[in-house]
């Protein structure tokens, strides 16, 4: 990548990128009170999702470490520009980040300085894209379309959880209980707030289909249908059926197994979970409105809503090509 590039996404510096860092629920990994300087060379970058990593080989006091820093998932990056050349090996870099909890020579990157003068910073990688070519009049109203977040806004569950609630989540460990491990959302709650990956929304005959980038997940909605057909095995998406109220689009999910609702905060969901979603464009703002509601008598005390706001996008939609037994 670069120079250019480079300074252009690190034209924006927001400290320590504490936004991001909300969104991908590093605090289990990463302490942020304590930063770390790394001064090395490459000496290997793998470019996957669903997080980068990069290697550099730290030589002190006579004596050689290989630190292993995390970054953003591939698509992200190379939605900003960024290629495998970016760390080429042997390339030398400056790392500043935040140390691995776990790990005493891995970190968390915050940025990256290069020796042509340019610097990578992570709290410039996660801002939607808004698309530029206007969308004919005929198609504002309509949720067809690529779409990427605007805001990240969900609450954190506090005083919602029933005491299973509270107790599946404090059993959760995010070392090695996140979905993610096994490229799996979880559930369609953690599409919708995914900040990482835009999603297409798109009709098919009888259906409608979302196509998301994060792990190439694929949901259809079934918009002649009221249940699941008898027999259809239980899964974490469970089974989508909708109808549009106007151009708005509301579906009704069930047919869950037991299993993770939204991992960064540990909220698990039972298999009685219902949840009901209207999916609708603001004729004010022309953004994208997506409000639900989780209704599941085992883990929450009542029914939940929850809302987030997107923004038209022209990111393309390359495949994700995430790597199964992923580990932080």
Known sequence: MNAAVLAHLGAVLVALALPAQAHHGVAPHYDDSKQVTIDGTVS??????????????????????????????????????????????????VITGSQARQNPTGCAVREAHFDDGSVLRSSTLFDATPATTAVPSTQRDSIDGVWAMK?????????????????????????????????????????????????????????????????????????????????????TMGYSTGRFD?????????????????????????AQLKLTERLEVNVQTRELEITWTIDDPIVFKAPHTQKEIFVRTERGHEPYNCKPGYQQ
């Open 44 to 93: 290997e970058f793998q470019f996957i999702n669903p997080h980068s990593f990069v290697y550099l080989r730290v030589v002190a006091d006579g004596k050689e470490a290989i630190w292993h820093c995390e970054m953003a998932s591939r698509s992200v990056l190379a939605r900003n520009g960024l290629t495998q050349e970016t760390f080429a090996e042997g390339k030398h870099v």
């Open 246 to 270: 106007g151009d708005a689009l509301v579906v009704e999910t069930t047919n869950f197994v037991a299993a993770t609702l939204e991992p960064r905060y540990g909220v698990m969901h039972s």
């Open 151 to 235: 805001r990240f806004a969900v609450s954190r569950y506090a005083g919602v959880l029933t005491d299973e609630g509270e107790r599946l989540r404090a059993a959760f460990d995010p070392i090695k209980d996140d979905p993610a491990i096994y490229c799996d959302a979880g559930s369609p709650v953690r599409l919708w707030v995914n900040v990482n990956e835009p999603f297409e929304l798109k009709r098919e005959a009888g259906a409608v289909v979302v196509d998301h980038q994060l792990f190439d997940t694929r949901r259809v909605i079934h918009l002649n249908e009221t249940a699941p057909p008898p027999g259809t095995p239980r899964s």
